[in-house]
């Protein structure tokens, strides 16, 4: 046994002795060094070079090189293949050759090419082994020793917003860049420059001093809009001061568009850490806010990138290229005049409705939103937000100070208050009507026994109580929405129950997203804890909230024999669109709509100021409350939302907010009432 252990052994050991002599194959060497490559380890690939390869460049060099190429060119997917022969006779040979192919993405497409690897077998602490014959023709074909590669960018012209006439809102246009011939600058100048360019002495005196600046060179300092005629007047004056012309975004319609429009500006490592598998780049001009955001990536286009490799001898190779594709033009259903005159009308206001002072391009005015549509297409026709900010300003770049100054505004210039949901109040009236009439909760012609200007369930409501202005019994469906009875609706509400007032809400859009091109606050319910906040919802109280879209577009149902327009923005959208078939039946739809025209038609109607002969409007006025308890002072905002029932092809709504003691819901009702006056 003894002598057959030992044999065995002794087999294994000669076996094992055999496979250690065994020479390496060039073939096996190359594909340790393609799955290298593949990984990116550079520095590990630079082990197999040969001692030729190695004495023109070094590891740091070579190391360094593949990595600043791969990242300028942002090369992803790399992808090098490598098939083994079967029958390779080159391992008995000095030298072997392998040809390999090379597929990868880059900023200017994809790259490919096929290329030929010589491998030497050299000699390495008294081994033999393979080893690669590298010469930059590995990195990109036809590139040799002392050839460079350039990266060329041709910017694509950003798409325009313009709305449904073909009136610019955020077009292509130009600014004056302001700069100053490198050199000393007096105090005295330095001082009034700085001042006019809205800079410190500091900032000016540290954009002189760049490591690129040379003596006599126009140092660009700040952008400033041509429609600044006395600035750049005053700015030219002085001695060291230049200007040229330089592509920037205009917005013809400044503060009046700027929440729906917003501005562009310069890319931030942030935003093009999310971005930069969408091709863009630090180079890269974005959308900051509004639709210049949302739309960022139809309005960018595509740059035309090109790499070429410079021949050292001469001449020049095109590795790669990419054509320029310019933004897509965008077409908005808005009109620019209507938005602008509905802008002109908030921004006109009392200005009482907000505390504090107007920031930097915040004129004084109303606190609030405005909108418009037609409510027989769903075409959104205006989307306003007051105060607002110039984006002309915000795109060139504000100063620190008025950047603070905005932010710090009170009044908050910078929300978008049409995107945003608000407790309804009382023009959550005719939606409780539909639920109600739908439910057999409300009987149009039944009049409830309703007495005194207050009311509670029963004794379990302690001190709460709902209340009312306007005293009467009995009241019915039409009396209650005349004079805005908001006990008929809490009633109503408790009638229906938490489950079918919920249900019938739902049906309207409530608690689901609104399909529209800008994205917007969802409608809440709220959660109808209790008999209260059910009776207070149903009355547009509670936990209710809306957002002035969404209201403009549950009302469409009065219009359109109970069907639920779907609103749009973008003029490629198809019209009338129903977004919730038969929410209200025909008749009942009828029924509401004409109570909303009482509503001012009617002496006693609570929007009875907007009363136009010519112009004869059904609607709904609405005061939301926001309060910690009852019995105390809380703010109110004013609603009002009305269309032209002899031509219903604009509605408008609009909230104004901390109305009270200064005339209610009166005051949105008389702005919108001049909108009517005015348009054409």
Known sequence: MKKVAGLLLAVMLGVLLASCSKEPTPQDRFSEYIALWNKQKFADMYNYLSNDAKKKISKDDFTNRYKKIYDDLQITDLKIDFKKPKDDKQKDKEQAKYPFTAKMNSVAGPINFTQEALLKKESKDDKENWFVDWNPGFIFPKMQEGDKLSLSTVPAKRGEIVDRNGTGLAVNGQVYEVGVTAGDIAAPVMEQLASLLKMTPDQVDKALKASWVQPGMFVPLKKVSMDDSERVAQLVALEPVKTRKVDARIYPYKEAAAQLIGYVGQITADELAKRKDKGYTSRDVIGKRGLEQVLDEQLKGQSGVKIVIKKNAGGEEVLAEKPVADGKNVKLTIDADLQAMVYAEMAGGTGASGAGTAGAGAPAGEVGTAAAMNPVTGETLALVSSPSFDPNQAALGFSADEWKALQDDARQPLLTRFKQ?????????????????????????????????????????????????????????????????????????????????????????????????????????????????????????????????????????????????????????????????????????????????????????????????????????????????????????????????????????????????????????????????KWK
């Open 421 to 677: 949901a608000f407790a309804p109040g009382s023009v959550m009236k005719p939606i409780t009507a539909a639920v109600g009439l739908a439910s057999g909760a409300i009987k149009p012609d039944e009049g409830v026994q309703i007495l005194g200007p207050k009311w509670q369930k029963d004794a379990s409501w302690g001190g709460y109580f709902v209340t009312r202005v306007h005293e009467g019994s009995p009241i019915n469906l039409e009396k209650a929405l005349v004079f805005s009875d908001n006990i008929y609706f809490a009633q109503a509400a408790l009638k229906m129950g938490k489950d079918g007032f919920s249900d019938g809400l739902k049906k309207f859009g409530f608690e689901e997203q609104l399909p529209f091109a800008y994205p917007l606050e969802t409608s809440k319910i709220g959660a109808l804890g209790s008999d209260i906040a059910l009776a207070d919802s149903g009355y547009g109280q509670g936990q209710v909230q809306m957002s002035i879209v969404h209201l403009m577009s549950t009302y469409t149902p009065f219009i359109n024999n109970g069907n639920m327009v779907k609103p749009i923005l973008l003029d490629e959208e198809k019209r009338g669109q129903v977004l919730k078939e038969g929410v209200v039946s025909p008749e009942n739809a009828g029924l509401i709509a004409a109570d909303l025209r009482k509503v001012v038609g009617d002496a006693s109607g609570t929007a009875h100021a907007a009363e136009m002969a010519d112009k004869p409007l059904a609607g709904k006025t609405g005061t939301a409350e926001f309060k910690q308890k009852q019995g105390e002072t809380g703010l109110e905002n004013g609603w009002f939302i009305g269309w032209n029932v002899n031509s219903p092809n604009l509605m408008v709504a609009m909230m104004v907010e901390n109305v009270k003691d200064r005339g209610g819901s009166g005051i949105p009702v008389k702005m919108v009432k001049n909108i009517y006056m």
